[in-house]
């Protein structure tokens, strides 16, 4: 990864935190608003870091809404489980079957939303009532949401659900949650950008034996 790549990495991050803010009442009261740009900033954030590579993305989210529509609900998270590490493992080495080779930062994507993919097929598994099974577009909603699209953290799609429905919006101490984080955050972004300047990742590149 280039000092570029850090910098428009953490540019994002810190987008995605104060965007958020935003996306709640009064700004925006719509639900389904709410959800729309929440998706539409978080495929934003993916094709920004990814390229092309985001269509890796959504092969993932389609291979699972395949098996929802094709596995019952007792096997989904075991079927889930080997089909969406056994993708991502294709993705980590799709450079040895001739596609090029996917940036440092979408790889922190994949592996999250492997994470988030096979979690909902465990919560359909758990789901007593057996009335959870998110749709294709439901599905694409949780994985692009801007909220830890790029690095986590991980959280149930029940509780996406509680932020897509909205009932929460004005509920939720959001501010104060964020301000009580906040205070040591540019002290770690500054010590990260210095990380990457003073000892970047791609040298290992030029390292002759």
Not at 78 to 106: D, E, K, V
Not at 116 to 141: C, N, Q, W
Request: include cysteine.
């Amino acid at each position: 990864m280039s000092f570029y790549d850090d910098v428009l990495y953490l540019t994002l991050l810190v987008g995605s935190i104060v965007v958020g803010r935003f996306l709640r009442p009064p700004f925006v009261t719509s639900a389904s608003l709410r959800v729309w740009l929440s998706s539409a900033i978080g495929v934003a954030i993916v094709v920004a870091v990814s390229g092309a590579h985001a269509l890796h993305c959504v092969a993932a989210i389609a291979i699972q809404v395949a098996a929802n529509l094709l596995l019952p609900a007792r096997s989904l998270h075991a079927a889930s489980f080997a089909l969406q590490f056994s993708y991502l493992l294709f993705f980590r080495l799709c450079s040895y079957a001739g596609l090029p080779s996917p940036p440092p930062h979408t790889n922190a994507v994949m592996m999250i939303m492997t994470l988030k993919l096979i979690g909902v097929a465990l919560e359909v598994r758990e789901d007593e009532t057996r009335r959870l099974r998110p749709s294709a577009l439901d599905l694409f909603h949780y994985m692009f949401s801007h909220a830890g699209v790029l690095t986590g953290p991980y959280y149930k799609y029940r509780t996406y659900a509680d932020f897509a429905s909205g009932i929460y919006a004005n509920a939720a101490p959001c501010d104060s949650a964020v301000l009580a984080r906040i205070g040591r955050t540019p002290l770690y972004l500054v010590l990260f950008l210095a990380s990457g300047y003073l000892f970047p990742l791609d040298v290992r590149d030029h390292l002759v034996c």
